[in-house]
């Protein structure tokens, strides 16, 4: 028996590709047996029409087994940062002495190999089945702070890495003026400052969207932007419709110094500079107070989780339930990429809050999902994506079900399969906005994904 689901919609003049999905997510249940009908196979592609029950696979239908999800989003990424990987893991330290070696890895890229770096990155992501990306991109100008010819030469780099591997991007231009509280910026810190925010508004409007790409903005921290050019940021992404991020509260030495300087938390500096608000995410939002919960849930500001870096990096497991509950939708992200999984971003968010609170079950599987797909599309301006619905955005991902770690478990519980047992190697195909970009696990594009990373990387060490 079919069962048409949702209303069909047609793409003129394009002819649907079929595909058969042998369970896929339904949010919030599973279902057995659908056809999802794309229109567009150019990676704009969109669906046209969802029928569950359909016990065999159509004549001519592409067939997906295993659990089909929507494109998963990783809402905060630093290409870059992929480069440390296992290289930070060397003796002790913290944030702060992590931040260095850092340092060192940004000082030696330049656009062309930021460019091959993150076209590998990328495909990692892709081939972990993430088909849109947040970029939080502050790498703006060559060593020692001089433009290149190009002022946003860095930024498209990224904007053409991506679209190389098959995913989207949103741009997150980043505005970094300052080291910190009444500091001018240091010698590394050069290539990330445009002066001021006026300067940095100047260069970002540059940058145009395309089809793969739409440009937001970022206040990188409130160290990093002084209080009286704040607006000037938040200004730009409002007369636009953009989203606007924001490293927020990572460390308790920002909100320390924060006090210091303005003898108020960063959320209440946020709030009273016109930063918080319904496009707004803040990343981290780690070391709160009951008041800055309440400031960012009321103004339906956004909460990023980036669970694998933040106890990477030590940083401390933020109040994702309290969050919530107070308005702030929850979204994933990879962050410094110590891993590429977002089904371990997934859970260990709410792992993490087990360990905390010592009670389970503080978010359903279906819930984990959503925000690791519909919201965290959403807080990259990503609208109707991240669900298998007519006229969203044609991502199809798909996880096998008989690997060793997902092989046992009852079909209809595929959720909770795919939350709490899947890795990103579980990931068999992807489809992002209608056109092949992972086939039985390989990259259809990059290739050899592995190959292009140790390339990438070995030329930056």
């Keep these: 028996m079919t069962t048409e689901t949702t209303q069909t ?3 003129a003049g394009k002819t649907p590709s079929t595909y058969w999905l042998e369970h896929a997510w339904l949010d919030p ?9 794309v229109t567009g196979q150019d990676g704009t592609g969109r669906i046209a029409a969802v029928r569950t029950g359909v016990e065999t696979p159509p004549p001519g239908a592409t067939v997906l087994r295993g659990l089909t999800l929507p494109g998963l989003a990783n809402a905060h990424s ?9 290289t930070v893991q060397v003796g002790s330290g913290t944030f702060w002495t992590w931040r260095e070696v850092m340092y060192g890895v940004a000082d030696r890229l330049t656009p062309d190999t930021y460019h091959a770096l993150a076209r590998a990155v990328y495909a990692e992501m892709a081939l972990a089945g993430i088909t849109a990306v947040g970029e939080f991109h502050y790498l703006h100008h060559a060593p020692g702070g001089t433009p290149y010819a190009d002022p946003n030469a860095m930024g498209e780099a990224l904007i053409a890495a991506a679209d190389e591997a098959g995913i989207r991007i949103t741009l997150l231009d980043t505005a970094y003026v300052s ?7 240091d010698r590394h810190q050069r290539r990330f400052s445009d002066g001021t925010t006026q300067a940095w508004a100047e260069r970002a409007s540059l940058l145009k969207e395309r089809p793969h790409a739409r440009i937001g903005a970022a206040v990188h921290s409130v160290r990093a932007v002084p209080a009286d050019q704040l607006a000037t940021v938040a200004e730009w992404a409002a007369a636009r419709q953009a989203p606007l991020h924001v490293h927020l509260s990572e460390q308790t030495a920002e909100n320390d110094a924060c006090q210091a300087a303005h003898g108020c938390t960063p959320t209440q500096l946020l709030w009273d500079h016109g930063v918080l608000s319904a496009r707004t995410t803040g990343v981290h939002n780690t070391h709160l107070s009951d008041g800055d919960i309440a400031l960012i849930g009321g103004s339906g500001t956004g909460t990023c989780m980036c669970p694998t870096t933040e106890r990477d990096l030590a940083d401390g497991i933020g109040p994702a339930v309290a969050l919530q509950k107070a308005g702030s939708p929850l979204s994933l992200g990879s962050d410094s990429h110590a891993v590429i999984d977002p089904f371990e971003e997934a859970r260990a968010m709410e792992l993490n809050e087990r360990l905390r609170s010592r009670t389970r079950g503080h978010w359903t599987a279906a819930a984990l999902l959503r925000a690791a797909t519909a919201d965290g599309h959403a807080a990259l301006g990503w609208q109707n994506a991240g669900v298998l619905e007519p006229g969203a955005v044609a991502d199809l991902v798909t996880v096998t079900l008989t690997s060793v770690r997902t092989a046992g478990a009852a079909p209809r519980l595929g959720a909770e399969t795919a939350v709490f047992a899947a890795s990103a190697t579980d990931v068999t195909d992807v489809i992002a906005g209608g056109r092949a970009v992972v086939r039985d696990g390989e990259h259809v594009r990059v290739g050899d994904v592995a190959a292009a990373l140790t390339t990438a990387i070995a030329a930056l060490h």
């Design 9 to 11: 919609t047609q793409t």
């Design 29 to 37: 249940a599973v279902e057995p047996g659908v056809v999802v009908e």
């Design 179 to 185: 080291a910190g509280f009444g500091k001018e910026p």
């Design 78 to 86: 630093h290409a870059f940062h992929r480069a440390l990987r296992s």
